[in-house]
């Protein structure tokens, strides 16, 4: 075999936060290639550095033994690199032919789509793959999977050298799963190279050759999937060797040590969608229940639906023995708060000031005559700028000069300002730095120690490990088991994992 | 506190030279006028603009705060036809002419009303049918001035009836009554929009709507309720627009108003993608095109390139913030 | 079964509810008032109303592309006029040299817009609206503000006044050409593909490898020859440019491409039904006035706005419903 691939020290950085810092993968032709790695790790950003998405900073990468210089998508298909992205880049609107087809027609008299050949074709390319639709309804018609499966047989039809694929089993059902395995072993045999990106650990050793770990934006390991297991890849990703994985404290949390109160917060049978299916949890007051899982689990989700964001499709969810409120603005005025994990995205107000932000909660409460109390305002924004350690010129400052972690603290405030009896937080420290880590997770304490509760969503396993008196663990949608701390340490949460995953697949 | 505030005040100065090259352009429109504009130092040139730019200002008030969601209102001309249009139809019926007060009472409020329930409509097709702004105002910007033409049978209505001419011709310490009514409107509508929860969630809407969502905000109804007052307004402005005339013009009534109204929000400082609400800067946008135009024709220049020159304002606005975004 | 090429009917209509609709009413229109009125098909209305609504119909047409990829195009009325002012003026010179220059000159409007929007990235409805503001200035500006009369010694008023047969007036044979051309470049090009691609997901385009850019300019340029086409017509047939007209035919084309079944939101449309709805439009007018001219109704001129207002309205709630249930059908799915 040789090296169809080389991406050597790989930089790149945006806005001068560096996303990718010396990674490296190499491919062999006809190798079925896993790249693997946490939320962040750097592993979309890497995929698009290689299709010409994103220009990188400096490094080398050579392709079908060339220099490549790829600064677009359609030069990198050209070169025979063909990519299916995780959220799918199809067009639903369009007939399967033309999805699959689009750009490279076949053509009558050099300007005219062959319609028939053009149908044709696509039947041929499907029909390799068992799938047998018609080929002239919208895309949009058919399942999620039958999707992804169109989006990999347009890679295949143009003589693609390398495919790459992109959490390409994250919304398929176990026969489909078999199915798109199928497709990727004969695309192997072919001579066909597969770089595979995926969380679901089971699936690298059914059907990958090597492992490529990142973390950090820095490549940490390859290993050929026969020689490792799978408790290693989760070390590898979490950066710990398994047998440093202790005891000890590592973080300003110590779970384990709340007395139960009564019940608040309780869900039965939970599901929202295909990646919620089960979701069972119970929440006491004074306690912080982690919800634990790889990517992809049903984390999120399960947020969500406590917090009445996404209708529920089956089961039930009681707050204080009431049923649970299915709207935001009522889940708010019930007693819950919900930090949400893109703070971007779903955050913070960019163009809005430090006060503004903080107080867009609290505003019904914060009235008094269709006014709002401007005094009463900056009192509490004051009040939460002290105690929280705010860093910032003054609360009318835009909440977007300000750093990750003191933006991050003020959406904290927004929630604590309406005093909740819960805190729903969905990744609290991600992308903040150290210190303010330590210090988000201290007024989190002091917030559960106060008597209230907080479910706590966290990547990090050491934050959950430490920081919940009980962890929900969750894979693929479902509740799988839950550890109760103390006694609850990262190689129990580790072994829970990898066992279930075992277990389900 | 106090150091705060100051600072705060500061800050907000620069913001506005900073954040409006209008002030600026304003400038530079008058010393050109002073210098080159024949009678321009007149109390009646004042006069002149002020009644045409109060209507201007007030619809494009209306435009900001929809813009500030992240909408757009194109109906705005229609329902100034359409408030036009109703006007001297009640006043002018056998029971206004039998009861005058309460006639023109009637000419102003129904009117209004009906401006508000086109806002209404306009409001519950975006924020509860999810259509797109620019084609859910689309339908009232064709058929408003439709049923206007229908209601008057496409005739011009003229009409002496000093009292509900005192809307367009009246004054106040000397100055155009339509003057003072624009910035009451403007003071209003910024205490609502610096001092109330629903100006804070507007801005938070614009901002991100996801956001204010997930924070309790009453997406909807904030939504509907900015399209009611852009409504309302145009509704008043249809009202002194026909007060200044003595006339009802279905077919003329605010015609292009609303790309005035959006340029001149856009050049007062309005982000098309939302957040901001300039109200003040609404005027100024308003002023400035009105003062383009006047220098113009003023100096001789024919109306059509006055169009020309209005065109180029709005491309030129909306490519510099657009440019500053990124 | 599944895999066959034969036409089937049942999924036709399936799948082209709304366009189907389209053709089932204008055809129940052409027969009801065929049977109401005596010279409701006779040659003299069939043929006046062709030649006045050729105009409209092509003016769809390039909206129709605009549409499909989520864009707008508000300018067309004004560049119509601009270019029927052009026209007239050229007309001295023939239809040959008057008609490719008109043409250029749309096109050049359309060019614009498409630099505006592409290249400066302001939203499609401003640019076209401040190109809207421009050409309707530019149009009053080289008129004098009045009508510019065509030379009638020339060939120029052929297109507009003249008929093939006897019957079908030169301009709607000229319209129909240029809507074949259109339809098999939506159809059977990579070009037309990509124009529906944009419409269904721009940012996937881009990463298909598609040449969106170039497919975007496309459509505002073909956009603005539309325009330019409809304004020759205009001056052809009246006899004279006019830098008045054209005001709220950008509605009236987004009317007719919505009623035909383009989703507004692009990826989705056809060039038959935008034919198809321009036609059902114009009918109606067409069966109003013949109403008028009964005295069962009086209906003025100025229903026109509030029916077609109405008409754009029924089809955004019917889209809306559709687009709704194919979503929430996607999602269980």
Redesign the interface.
Known sequence: MTVLLEMNAIQKAFNGVPALSGASVEIERGEVHALIGQNGAGKSTMIKVLTGVYRRDDGKITFNGHDSVLTNPREAQAAGIATIYQELTLVPLRSVTENVMMGYEPKRFGAFIDWPAAHARTREILTRFGIDIDVKMPLGSYSTAIQQLVAIARAVSLDAKLVIMDEPTSSLDSSEVKTLFGVVRSLREAGVSVLYVSHFLDELFEICDRVTTMRDGKTVGCARLAETTKLDLIAGMLGRDTSEITEAGMTEFGGGTAKKGDILLEAKDVATGPRLTKFNMTLHRGEIVGLGGLLGAGRTEAARAL?G?DPLRRGTISLKGAPAPSQ??N???AGLG?L?EDRK????????SVR?NMT??L??R??KG???D?ARERKIVQHYIDALGIKTA???QPIRELSGGNQQKVLLA?WLAIEPDILILDEPTRGVDVGAKREIQLIIRNFVDRGYSVVLISSEFEELVEGADRIVVLNEGRCITELTNPGVTEHKLVQALAQTSEASA | MST?IT??RR?SVRQLVHGHGGIVALLAILLFNMAFTPNFLQLQTLFVNISQVATIAIVAMGMTLVIATGG?DLSVGAIMALAGALAPLIFLSEFGAANPALGVTLAIALPMLVAIACGLFNGI?VAK????P???T??????????A??LT??NLQTFTNPHFSYLGTGKVLGLPFQGWLAIGIAIFLYFIIS????G??V??IG??E?????????VALVKIGVYMICGALAGLAGLIVVAINSASDAARNGS?ME?DA?AAAVVGGAL?QG??APIFGAILGAVIIQLVKYTLLANGV???????A???I??VA??VQ?ARK? | MLNSDAFDLRKYVQRNSQSVAVWIALLALIVFGILRYDNFGGSYNFGSFLNYNSMFIVIALGMCFVIITGG?DLSVGSVAAFSSVIAAYLSPYGLEVALPLALLVGMTFGAFNAF?IIA????P???T??????A??????ISG?STVAVDWGSNFTNMGMNKAFDLFPWSIIIVTIVGIALWIVLEMTSLGRTILAIGGGEDASKLMGLKVNRAKAFVYIISGGCAGLAGVILASGFGAGQPLEGV?WE?SA??AVVVGGTL??GGLGSIPATVAGALLLGLVFNILNFENGRGTISF???????????F??AV??FQ?RMTKGRKSKGASA
């Open positions: 917090f964001v935001p603005a889940a708010i005025t919900y949400t995205a779903e955050g913070i107000i960019p163009d809005m503004e867009l909660a505003l019904p914060m009235t269709g006014q709002i401007r003054d609360m009318e927004r | 705060t600072e705060t800050k757009i097709m049918l999810n259509v797109q620019i084609i859910a689309l339908i009232l910007f064709i058929s408003g001035r439709g049923i033409q229908v049978n496409g001092r109330t929860t629903f804070r969630y801005l938070a901002g991100n996801r956001a204010a969502q997930l924070s309790g905000g009453p292009l790309l959006i098309l957040g901001r024919q109306d059509e390139v006055a169009l020309i209005k065109a180029g709005i491309l909306v490519y657009q990124e | 707008i505006c400066l990235r302001i939203p409805f401003i640019a609206l401040a190109t809207m503001l421009g309707k200035g530019a149009a009053l500006v503000a709220a509605l987004i009317a507004l939101t003025s001129a100025y229903w026109q706005m509030v029916i077609r207002g109405a754009l309205f955004i709630l809306t």
